[in-house]
């Protein structure tokens, strides 16, 4: 593929990866500090720098190529990041999910699922097409039939109900 040409699947993925990011960031659930950081940050290169360089045509110039690669680059640092950061400081909501045997891989996906995207959403900004596996074999860890709920809205409500017990056995009595 010639370094001056953007074909319409790239200039999507940004888009989406934009609009997922603005998602997460206008939900009303409480996430810790450095998680909510290292995806504000990403928004807004994304907003600010990235999505403006996207032509109206796939023709751009080879500078334009470079910071477009350079921010795609980034993604799966970004990623990983983020999966981090979660981890990290939400280590009862962690350890919850590790009492089932969930793998890291498995760890990593929740956490995508809880701050909000959705399995075809992970697929595309990590570029693994491999969701509906991930979600399959966490769900029969987690002791949920195929049709039970929505394995994102099932972590999320499982995530802020730690933090609620968590908040509660911190609070002056």
Same mark, same amino acid.
């Given at each position: ?36 950081a290292l995806l504000g940050e990403r928004h ?20 334009? +190529? ?6 795609e680059s980034t993604r799966n640092d970004f ?32 956490? *995508? ?31 949920? +039939? ?8 099932? *972590? ?14 911190? +609070?002056?009595?």
């Open positions: 593929q010639n370094a001056n040409i953007m074909s319409k699947k790239e200039q999507q993925t940004f888009i989406l990866e934009l609009k997922i990011l603005s998602k997460i960031l206008r939900s009303s659930w409480t996430m810790d500090r450095s998680t909510l807004l290169m994304l907003e600010k720098t990235i999505i403006p360089l996207i032509p109206d045509s796939t023709f751009i110039t080879p500078e334009v +190529a470079q910071k477009l690669k350079q921010a990623i990983i990041d983020v999966q981090e950061a979660f981890l990290t400081n939400n280590t009862k909501f962690v350890d919850y999910l590790k009492s089932f045997g969930l793998t890291r891989s498995e760890l990593n996906y929740c956490c *995508l699922l809880t701050l909000g995207l959705r399995g075809n959403e992970i697929g595309i900004i990590t570029n693994n097409r491999n969701h509906y596996n991930h979600s399959s074999m966490i769900r029969q860890k987690l002791r949920l +039939a195929p049709n039970d709920t929505n394995l994102g809205n099932y *972590l999320r409500y499982q995530y802020e109900t730690i933090q609620s017990e968590t908040t509660e056995s911190v +609070a002056p009595k």
